[in-house]
């Protein structure tokens, strides 16, 4: 474990969930980007934004699939994922 924590000094930062969010509004903004069709054009654009910072690329999908589909305005950070909390129905047991 002292390994580990010794290792991650040396990694850049990661993105915060509050990072990535404005990215990706600054992305959308400049790119023009209203639809699901120009997902690619707003991923390549936060992607840019964020470089240097490591940011997780599923987040960062997430909230652009979120903001291109007009769903919740709230950061990442809130969000749980669904399968975190699916069960198995005959056994009972976390999945």
Request: glycine share 8%.
């Amino acid at each position: 474990m002292a390994e580990i924590a010794v290792l991650e000094t040396y990694l850049p930062q990661a993105a915060s969930p509050e990072e990535i969010e404005q990215a990706v509004a600054a992305a959308m903004a400049e790119t023009g980007a209203t639809s699901m069709k120009e997902m690619g054009a707003v991923m390549k654009a936060v992607m840019a934004h964020l470089a240097g910072k490591n940011p997780d690329g599923r987040a960062v999908s997430e909230s652009v699939k979120r903001k291109l589909a007009g769903g919740p305005k709230t950061p990442l950070s809130t969000h749980i994922s669904v399968t975190a909390r699916m069960t198995l129905p005959s056994f009972g047991f976390l999945w």
